[in-house]
C-alpha cells in the first residue's frame, strides 16, 4: 500500500468538486489500514490534522484542498454470515457500493434492504449518516460492525445502541465534548457493516410515491423485488444521476415540526407535504418547502438547485469553470434564508462539509 501525495479528489466525491487531498492512502483490509499507522506516513508533520475518512464522496462538499491524510475505505466482501427461522444475518465490507449490494442481497434471496435501493454512497458510510428512504432507515435492519481505533489501532465492534443513531445521524457524527460523553467523529474507520433482515419479510409501502405505483400497476401486494424496482424507478425520475449531473443527493434533512406548528403551517399552505411520525413530531418535506419558495431550477454561480427536485442541488460547472464548494453552501444557505424567512424553520444539511 502507497501513500500518494496531491491527489485530485474531483473524481471521488460525486459533486465533482475541484479539490486535493494532500495524501491519500487506499485501504483494502484491515491490514492495510494497521500497516499505515505504523508508517512514518501516519506521523508526517506537515499533516494540519490527523485524517479524513473518505467511503463514496456521496455524503460530501468541499470547500477547499484537504490538507489531511485521506483514508480511502476500498473494503469489500459480501457473504450471508447466518439463516435462522427469524432472518438473515448479512454482512459487507465498509467499501461495498450501498445499491450494488442492496441488489446482491435480493438476488441471494434476502429481502429487507429494498426501499433504501439507489442510495448513493457505500456500505461504511451508511450507519454515520444513518441513511434511510421510503420509511426504511438503517437502523431498522442493522445488527453491528466492525471498526478500528484510529487512535490506538485497536478492533472493536458496536451494536444498534451503541451507535446512538437519529434522523441522519450517528455517534459517528458527534466527537466528544467532555470525559463522559461518547463521539467518534475522526476516531474510527468502520470496516465491516452486519444487517439483519427479518423474517417474515413484511412490505413497507407508507410513502405516497409507492401508494401512486401500486395505483398505477394495480398491484397491491408488491414482492420485495417489485418494491425495489419501484424506488429504483422513482429516484432516476427524480434525481439526477451523479454520473452526469455532480450532486451529494438530498442536500437538506426533512425537519420534524411539533402538531401545532405543522397546523399553523397548513393554515396558511394547506398543501404542504408532511408525515405524522412515531413520537407524535410531523416531519416536513424540505424540497416541497424549498420549491414554494421557488428555488426550484435557480442558480448561484456554478451550483443550482435540480429542476426536477428542489432537495437536490446540482454542479453547474464545466472543466473550464468547475464549481466549487463555495458556490454550493452560498446556495444552500441562501435557501436556508428563504425557508426561514418564510415559515419560521432552519434546514439543516445533509451532507459533510470540509
Not at 114 to 131: D, K, R
Not at 258 to 266: K, S
Request: with cysteine.
Amino acid at each position: 500500500m502507497l501513500v500518494e501525495n496531491n491527489v485530485a479528489l474531483q473524481p471521488l466525491n460525486t459533486f465533482g468538486i475541484a479539490a486535493r487531498a494532500q495524501a491519500l492512502a487506499r485501504l483494502r483490509s484491515e491490514d492495510d489500514l494497521r500497516t499505515l499507522m505504523a508508517s512514518a506516513a501516519w506521523r508526517t508533520p506537515s499533516v494540519a490534522f490527523p485524517v479524513f475518512v473518505l467511503g463514496g464522496g456521496s455524503n460530501l462538499v468541499l470547500t477547499g484542498d484537504v490538507k489531511a491524510l485521506v483514508l480511502k475505505v476500498d473494503i469489500t466482501g459480501r457473504r450471508l454470515v447466518e439463516e435462522t427461522d427469524k432472518g438473515w444475518l448479512i454482512e459487507a465490507g465498509a467499501g461495498e457500493n450501498w445499491h450494488g449490494f442492496v441488489t446482491w442481497t435480493l438476488e441471494q434471496g434476502c429481502p429487507g434492504l429494498e426501499n433504501m435501493a439507489l442510495i448513493p454512497g457505500t456500505v461504511g458510510a451508511s450507519p454515520v449518516q444513518n441513511i434511510g428512504a421510503y420509511g426504511v432507515e438503517l437502523q431498522d435492519r442493522f445488527h453491528s460492525l466492525d471498526a478500528i481505533d484510529l487512535h490506538t489501532g485497536q478492533a472493536f465492534s458496536l451494536d444498534a445502541a451503541q451507535c446512538g443513531f437519529g434522523y441522519r445521524d450517528s455517534v459517528f457524527k458527534h466527537v466528544p465534548t467532555d470525559e463522559r460523553s461518547f463521539g467518534l467523529a475522526g476516531r474510527a474507520v468502520i470496516t465491516r457493516v452486519r444487517f439483519w433482515l427479518p423474517k417474515p419479510w413484511k412490505p413497507v409501502l407508507g410513502y405516497l410515491d409507492l401508494e401512486r405505483k401500486m395505483e398505477e400497476t394495480g398491484i397491491r401486494s408488491p414482492d420485495a423485488r417489485q418494491i425495489y424496482d419501484w424506488v429504483v424507478a422513482i429516484r432516476r425520475a427524480k434525481l439526477p444521476d451523479p454520473a452526469v449531473i455532480g450532486n451529494a443527493g438530498s442536500f437538506f434533512k426533512n425537519p420534524t415540526v411539533t402538531p401545532e406548528q405543522c397546523a399553523d403551517i397548513i393554515a396558511r399552505d394547506p398543501k404542504v407535504v408532511h408525515y405524522p411520525m412515531a413520537d407524535g413530531s410531523i416531519k416536513l418535506a424540505a424540497g416541497w418547502l424549498i420549491d414554494a419558495c421557488g428555488w426550484k431550477g435557480k442558480t448561484m454561480g456554478h451550483a443550482g438547485v435540480y429542476e426536477k427536485q428542489a432537495l437536490v442541488l446540482v454542479n453547474k460547472g464545466d472543466a473550464e469553470h468547475p464549481c466549487t464548494g463555495g458556490e454550493v453552501m452560498t446556495l444552500a444557505k441562501a435557501i436556508q434564508t428563504s425557508v426561514y424567512e418564510r415559515f419560521g424553520i432552519r434546514l439543516e444539511p445533509e451532507p459533510v462539509v470540509l
